[in-house]
């Protein structure tokens, strides 16, 4: 049974940090799977924020939503199954629950969330200005 764990949600005020964590269990994490975040506000769709492929078949490319380039930072570490979103320069407008995602193979639009197999729970980030 495959389970994706988020960790390292809060809240947070404007201009501060935050790193979530997403530990995978029950697949093989570090052969073929592209690890993805993705955040979702009431009423709206699932916005893409960051993934990172797997080394093995594109070199680990990293991809950013263009709202979020230059202040997040996506991470994995293949010998804890886990992944990372380092957060920096928050903003209101990230206020969001975040979720983790797990896309099996090499895919040229990991930014589409219908790549992805798995997917965790949920995070929530609230950030107060």
């Known amino acids: 049974q495959v389970q994706l764990v988020e960790s390292g949600g809060g809240l947070v005020q404007a201009g501060g940090s935050l790193r979530l964590s997403c530990a995978a269990s029950?697949?093989?994490?570090?052969?073929?799977?592209?690890m993805g975040w993705f955040r979702q506000t009431p009423g709206k769709e699932r916005d893409f924020v960051a993934a990172?492929?797997?080394?093995?078949?594109?070199?680990?490319?990293?991809y950013y939503g263009d709202s979020v380039k230059g202040r997040f930072t996506i991470s994995r570490d293949n010998d804890k199954n886990t992944v990372y979103l380092q957060m920096n320069s928050l903003k209101p407008e990230d206020t969001a629950v975040y979720y983790c995602?797990?896309?099996?193979?090499?895919?040229?639009?990991?930014?589409?969330?219908?790549?992805?197999?798995?997917w965790g729970q949920g995070t929530q980030v609230t950030v107060s200005s």
């Open positions: 995602a797990a896309a099996y193979g090499l895919w040229s639009d990991y930014n589409n969330y219908r790549r992805y197999n798995y």
């Open positions: 990172i492929a797997w080394s093995g078949w594109s070199g680990g490319n990293i």
């Open positions: 029950g697949l093989t994490f570090s052969r073929g799977y592209a």
